[in-house]
């Protein structure tokens, strides 16, 4: 009987143990889901309507504090590429962020497929109206300026012109302005924007002028430039768009070729998402979020947020031709679009390596949708 009873103590103290196992194992779970709550993100990039809600709903990233900063792209580029790693989570150029991956073995952080600024690009080729230019063949043999040649918008340009034209880089003199007349919006031009690549012929622009100054002196026939190059802004009416009706030729562009080129991305410092792998599941969903909302006040009252007498019909028109979901997120809706800007990296001789979606972007966030 003695040792029938020791038996039954050892049995019932092993329960015992096993409860206050269990016990521990839930308070370890509270003290992980504590430490969400007191992790504070330091994010970047540009005030969009479309993020909003990101930076100033402080439920939608879970368990985190938000500080946000508005940056220019340029600038944004620059401090997570020269190692400073200012912030947590980052809008980035999707193209720099390539040529550091490629080029110089950029492994600080991770791309999730988050797209902030995508643009048709068609109306960013700017000529000037005395050079003889009437169609895209016509800038074989002319000199073309820009501040920042390997940036995502100008690889969009060469590649569009490449694949739908046959004007090919090397068909062009490219001079470099070592002044942005957009600075002020998009920041200073990263390093990995003015990468110059083998077969291609160039040349500076006189130091201290901007790209529209160059197209004004002469120097240049036609610019490049992501944004409205000052000249264009200012009304010169010397300067304009090569495709006068670039919305029409944008248009039947996509309904061609299903693509809406991508300019930025979204990327994480890899050493968090070390530390709190959900996070990237979680930063994905809340820029969604954010969109959703922002689609939900767009078929609300969106036209009286815009200056624009039509805008209603214009978001009517974009949803008929683009789908309701025109922003898409997901691998899933872009990888043709991203597949496409990677073959122009490097047909361009940009990018080292064909790169891949797989490596650039973190892989729990692969397969999401929204």
């Known amino acids: 009987m003695k040792a029938n009873f020791n038996y039954f103590n050892l049995a019932c103290i092993s329960i015992v143990l096993l409860f206050l196992s269990c016990d521990k194992n839930k308070n370890d779970a509270k003290i992980d889901s504590s430490s969400k709550k007191e992790l504070t993100l330091k994010i970047a990039g540009y005030d969009l309507d479309r993020i909003k809600a990101v930076f100033s709903d402080p439920k939608l990233i879970n368990g985190c504090k938000i500080e946000f900063s508005k940056t220019g792209i340029g600038d944004a580029n620059t401090a997570a590429f020269s190692g400073a790693g200012t912030y947590d989570i980052t809008e980035i150029g999707l193209h720099p962020f390539m040529l550091a991956y490629a080029n110089n073995n950029f492994r600080e952080y991770i791309l999730i497929p988050v797209f902030p600024i995508r643009a048709f690009r068609h109306k960013s080729i700017f000529i000037h109206n005395k050079r003889g ?153 809340a820029y969604s979020i954010a969109k959703t909302k922002h689609y939900k006040q767009l078929d609300k009252v969106g036209w009286a947020y815009s200056s624009l007498p039509w805008f209603a019909q214009e978001y009517e028109e974009t949803k008929a031709l683009l789908g309701t979901n025109f922003w898409p997120y997901g691998i899933d809706k872009n990888r043709m679009t991203l597949e496409t800007l990677f073959r122009y990296s490097y047909e361009q001789g940009l990018s080292s390596k064909h790169l891949t979606i797989e490596e650039l972007f973190e892989a729990s966030t692969l397969k999401l949708v929204e």
């Open 133 to 285: 230019i009437n169609s895209p063949k016509d800038l074989k043999g002319r000199k073309i300026g820009t501040p920042g040649y390997s940036s995502t918008s100008l690889t969009w340009i060469r590649g569009i012109l490449q694949d739908e034209y046959g004007v090919s880089p090397s068909d062009i003199h490219w001079v470099f302005s070592n002044k942005d007349s957009s600075s002020d919006a998009a920041g200073k031009i990263s390093k990995e924007e003015q990468m110059i690549p083998d077969g291609i012929e160039f040349s500076h622009g006189k130091a201290g002028l901007d790209e529209s100054e160059l197209l004004l002196n002469g120097t240049v026939d036609a610019l490049f430039h992501a944004a409205e190059p000052k000249a264009y802004i200012e009304g010169n009416q010397n300067v304009s768009r090569l495709f006068a009706d670039s919305r029409q030729t944008e248009k039947m562009y996509y309904k061609k070729t299903g693509i809406f080129p991508i300019m930025h991305a979204v990327a994480i410092k890899k050493s968090l998402l070390k530390e709190n792998p959900w996070l990237a599941k979680a930063v994905f969903e």
